[in-house]
T-cell receptor, first 107, second 114 residues
């Protein structure tokens, strides 16, 4: 299972685009990259998943370079309600989430 | 379609008692995962079950912890003789397939051992 590394915390003003980068240097060939969001006292919620290049849904975009050793979650025009912890996972479900990135959106 | 249900949401036990945590997966989901989260930490995988089978329990402590997912009824995570270090949030997740794009998480059970 690939180990992931991401910043512990980030601050952003409302309305800005936020990019959170995750490194996964030893990602396996068949591993997908998945991002989850977790609010206090709630279970994680799936945001987006990708294998390579770019994936976009109604919530976020995920950019994965050709070597797949890193990925970047992009949240367009964040609002206060996007304040949460964001987890990057490389592998399948039986993984341990890291400590994630605590995003604080500032008014 | 109701989401993943967990109960109780909060559970207080004295040291030495047993804790039983229940998880009802989403309708149609036959794969269940249990995770534990300590304060200010990420979720740690404990066990993966399918109906009537434990597939992977590599994250479960060797003693006092057990899990089941019977043919009928919810999945149960059981902790015997609880200790203060068992205090944590326990999350259950389900998916329709073993290899699925996403897991659907329940709201968690917060266990406090006094």
């Amino acid at each position: 299972l690939a180990k992931t590394t991401q910043p512990i915390s980030m601050d952003s003003y409302e309305g800005q685009e936020v990019n959170i980068t995750c490194s996964h240097n030893n990602i396996a060939t068949n591993d997908y990259i998945t991002w989850y969001q977790q609010f206090p006292s709630q279970g994680p919620r799936f945001i987006i998943q990708g294998y390579k290049t770019k994936v976009t849904n109604e919530v976020a975009s995920l950019f994965i370079p050709a070597d797949r050793k890193s990925s970047t979650l992009s949240l367009p025009r964040v609002s206060l309600s996007d304040t949460a912890v964001y987890y990057c996972l490389a592998g399948y479900q039986k993984v341990t989430f890291g400590t994630g990135t605590k995003l604080q959106v500032i008014p | 379609n109701a989401g993943v249900m967990q109960n109780p949401r909060h559970l207080v036990r004295r040291r030495g008692q047993e804790a039983r945590l229940r998880c009802s997966p989403m309708k149609g989901h036959s794969h269940v995962y249990w995770y534990r989260q300590l304060p200010e930490e990420g979720l740690k995988f404990m066990v993966y079950l399918q109906k009537e089978n434990i597939i992977d329990e590599s994250g479960m402590p060797k003693e006092r912890f057990s899990a089941e997912f019977p043919k009928e009824g919810p999945s149960i995570l059981r902790i015997q003789q609880v200790v203060r270090g068992d205090s944590a949030a326990y999350f259950c997740a389900s998916s329709p397939l073993e290899v699925s794009p996403e897991q659907y998480f329940g709201p968690g059970t917060r266990l406090t051992v006094t």
